[in-house]
């Protein structure tokens, strides 16, 4: 056709108006227009989603032809692909297909991307949602610039047990608490979606994976929906209220119905009374799964229980590809079925921006940029040092004088480098490890080498004691012993489970060794969950739980045993006495036969052998100075249905250090239509404070932070009288007064 003639094709007239018009077209429209267009394959093709072949978090499938497969439309995601240049190689295939749908790229960045961020477990302890919005920015900034749409993240499984190995990546035991964080993580990933700095937040594992019975990761969960809806959902449904693009299943069981295939979690509660309008993925395989379960007999029948409870998208299980086409062939599923799965899936990709440009995301020098930024390495140190809990500090040995003159640092952590970056990080291609700061490295950037002593000890496992002499002249030659030890960083994560969750190896006895010299001895613990240390509990003189601190481990370290920082974390997980005691945790109900200290045992709930406290509670952490609470006061004592009633209190600094203190505002509900804990953690402040300064707290206490799910699973506050505690821990109760709700 001579262009003449094409210049006047009245499509051609049309075409400024019709791509004008196209603008116009919202996503929903845009979502449907393709639709229509998509062969009954191409859309399943969305739902399927492969591991790239670079890493794996999962039991792997080899495929024949994986870019084959791409190139023809099967294929909507792949996770475990990272950095620009291998994200573009496979969008290029992509684009190779008939109607050029672009891939999703989806990765766990659970915390940072290459700038590796504290495990999420140690900065929950931190209680600050808006810092933990900024680490979860910055991994944003990093993995967007490294072709990531989407991240696995957040984790909001509340936890009860520390035996189960993921416990290292939630936010501890509390709802109300792990609800703000959900929503913080959410808002940090996504910023503005549709940004080329906005990921895609997840939140997983829905629902209720983290009460596996014994702790057993993948294992049975059963639970009333009391228990579910007022302990498990809330962080899920303060995920979604912030408006997180997606979720992620569980391999669970949920009360005999497998979480993939479960149409009350996914389809009654999630799309249902939620009115979620982002998409589903199964956890790895967990479709196929269902067969194990014993749910269902085989690929094809896992295919229609996930796809009929509100499965979208099928991670590495190849049921939907395999399956699929054939059921709705045979009439089993609807075809209007795929299409709310695949436009669920498309609606985020239009959202995303990848339709107007594939590669909007693969910007290597962005990349080079975002990777190299000096501001992202000051906030992790600051998150670091804000997550590390002072468990123990007597005689005030801490922090180390500057006065002292050698300091020896000894075990099998001190020189870790990677270790510090805990379970779930990312390995990004072509950064090697120079960037994270060891333990050592931090404490000869703040003291200098020349007043550093260095001896390994003994290893993280085994029974070799042979390196104790060395340990204990090393100690001998030293002013202060500062030694670091803990678990393997992938002794906890996923498929991680412990039944004994001690000190690995011969490491306490080191400890109890370097005791004997005498000399003042700080411990540094390093973990991905709380752990049982009696003796060093008992004899060390101080104890900081540094968890898995990241990239910044070493100076956040060295900010926190210098007093450069002040440490200010508090537990949002229990720490037992014993591993018999789990699942322990402070929101528990009051029993018929309460059993309210150790010292009385006869007929009430508690054990013969062992404390029904846990070592150190919930809400739990020491300062280098001290606080007062004084001056409660609530302005009525009686509130009506949609009032408020105002609480203030005056908190003062009377140590001698600057410090950041949480004040604790717990609630009982006294008497309820259903039983109630002893008490709820319903409201923090964060307050910090110079040495003599005092500061009024103030907490507004409305309906909302009474409401529970009830037998109807009506969300309600009752009348009745309420205990209102106020807490530097959940049992350090400070002050106390009640109310009455009319
Ligand atoms: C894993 C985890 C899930 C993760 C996914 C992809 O099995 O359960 O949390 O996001 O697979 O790595």
Request: hydrophobic share 45%; glycine share 6%.
């Given at each position: 056709?001579?262009?003449?003639?094409?210049?006047?094709?009245?499509?051609?007239?049309?075409?400024?108006?019709?791509?004008?018009?196209?603008?116009?077209?919202?996503?929903?429209?845009?979502?449907?227009?393709?639709?229509?267009?998509?062969?009954?394959?191409?859309?399943?093709?969305?739902?399927?989603?492969?591991?790239?072949?670079?890493?794996?978090?999962?039991?792997?499938?080899?495929?024949?032809d994986k870019a084959g497969q791409i190139r023809n439309g099967q294929v909507g995601s792949l996770l475990n692909c990272v950095g620009t240049a291998r994200t573009r190689k496979w969008q290029e295939e992509a684009l190779k297909s008939r109607l050029k749908i672009p891939l999703l790229f989806g990765q766990d960045v659970i915390h940072g991307y290459k700038t590796t961020f504290p495990i999420p477990l140690a900065e929950s302890c931190t209680w600050d949602p808006e810092l933990l919005k900024k680490s979860a920015r910055v991994a944003a900034v990093e993995a967007s610039s490294a072709g990531i749409h989407w991240t696995f993240a957040p984790m909001v499984d509340i936890a009860r047990d520390p035996r189960w190995g993921r416990v290292m990546e939630g936010s501890g035991e509390d709802p109300y608490l792990g609800s703000l964080i959900a929503a913080a993580r959410v808002t940090g990933f996504q910023g503005t979606l549709g940004s080329t700095d906005g990921i895609m937040a997840c939140a997983k594992h829905f629902a209720a994976?983290?009460?596996?019975?014994?702790?057993?990761?993948?294992?049975?969960?059963?639970?009333?929906?009391?228990?579910?809806w007022n302990v498990y959902l809330p962080p899920f449904?303060?995920?979604?209220?912030?408006?997180?693009?997606?979720?992620?299943?569980?391999?669970?069981?949920?009360?005999g119905v497998p979480a993939t295939g479960n149409a009350y979690l996914q389809r009654y509660i999630l799309k249902g009374r939620w009115k979620f309008d982002g998409f589903v993925v199964s956890d790895w395989g967990s479709i196929g799964e269902m067969i194990n379960h014993g749910s269902v007999k085989d690929g094809y029948e896992a295919a229609l229980s996930a796809v009929t409870a509100g499965s979208d998208m099928d991670m590495e299980s190849r049921s939907y590809k395999n399956h699929l086409a054939t059921l709705v062939k045979e009439g089993k599923v609807p075809v209007a079925?795929?299409?709310?799965?695949?436009?669920?899936?498309?609606?985020?990709?239009?959202?995303?921006?990848?339709?107007?440009?594939?590669f909007r995301f693969c910007d290597p020098e962005r990349e080079k940029k975002a990777l190299s930024n000096p501001d992202h390495a000051r906030l992790a140190r600051e998150v670091a040092a804000k997550s590390i809990v002072l468990l123990k500090n007597e005689g005030e040995i801490l922090p180390v004088p500057e006065s002292v003159r050698k300091i020896a640092f000894i075990g099998p952590l001190v020189k870790a480098v990677k270790q510090n970056k805990g379970f779930w990080d990312v390995e990004v291609p072509g950064v090697d490890s120079s960037f994270i700061v060891?333990?050592?490295?931090?404490?000869?950037?703040?003291?200098?080498?020349?007043?550093?002593?260095?001896?390994e000890g003994c290893k993280i496992e085994g029974t070799d004691k042979s390196g104790f002499p060395e340990a204990l002249r090393v100690a001998e030659a030293a002013d202060v012993v500062v030694v670091s030890i803990g678990e393997r960083r992938d002794l906890s994560g996923e498929a991680k489970s412990r039944a004994n969750i001690t000190l690995p190896g011969v490491q306490t006895d080191l400890v109890l060794e370097l005791l004997k010299t005498g000399k003042p001895v700080i411990v540094l613990i390093n973990a991905g969950r709380p752990l049982v240390f009696p003796e060093l509990s008992a004899k060390a003189p101080a104890i900081l739980y540094t968890w898995w601190l990241g990239s910044e481990a070493g100076n956040a370290i060295a900010d926190v045993l210098f007093g450069t920082v002040n440490p200010s974390a508090r537990l949002t997980l229990s720490f037992p006495v014993s591993v018999g005691q789990i699942p322990i945790y402070y929101n528990y109900y009051n029993t018929g036969r309460p059993a309210t200290t150790d010292s009385n045992r006869f007929y009430n709930s508690s054990y013969l052998d062992e404390s029904i406290w846990p070592k150190y509670e919930f809400g739990y952490g020491l300062s280098y100075t001290t606080f007062a609470y004084s001056d409660l006061k609530l302005d009525r004592k009686e509130l009506d249905a949609g009032g408020k009633i105002t609480v203030t209190l005056k908190v003062t600094n009377t140590g001698k250090r600057a410090g950041t203190e949480t004040v604790?505002?717990?609630?009982?509900?006294?008497?309820?239509?259903?039983?109630?804990?002893?008490?709820?953690?319903?409201?923090?402040?964060?307050?910090?404070?110079?040495?003599?300064?005092?500061?009024?707290?103030?907490?507004?206490?409305?309906?909302?932070?009474?409401?529970f799910y009830n037998a109807r699973l009506e969300f309600a506050a009752e009348p009745g009288e309420f205990d209102l505690m106020i807490g530097a821990s959940s049992r350090d109760i400070r002050l106390k007064e009640s109310f009455t709700r009319n």
């Open positions: 056709m001579n262009l003449k003639r094409l210049f006047f094709q009245p499509a051609f007239l049309f075409l400024p108006l019709f791509s004008a018009f196209s603008q116009q077209l919202t996503v929903d429209q845009k979502v449907a227009d393709l639709l229509s267009r998509m062969t009954l394959e191409e859309k399943i093709g969305q739902m399927n989603q492969y591991n790239d072949d670079w890493i794996a978090t999962g039991p792997v499938t080899l495929d024949a994976y983290g009460a596996a019975v014994g702790g057993r990761d993948y294992n049975t969960v059963d639970m009333s929906d009391y228990l579910l449904l303060a995920a979604k209220n912030a408006g997180v693009a997606t979720f992620m299943n569980s391999f669970n069981d949920l009360n079925l795929i299409d709310e799965a695949a436009g669920r899936i498309l609606k985020k990709k239009f959202e995303l921006g990848l339709f107007d440009d594939p060891s333990q050592w490295q931090g404490l000869v950037n703040r003291a200098g080498a020349d007043r550093l002593l260095y001896a604790q505002l717990y609630l009982r509900d006294k008497v309820a239509s259903m039983v109630r804990p002893v008490k709820e953690l319903k409201d923090f402040a964060k307050v910090t404070l110079a040495p003599g300064e005092s500061q009024t707290v103030t907490f507004l206490i409305t309906d909302e932070k009474l409401a």
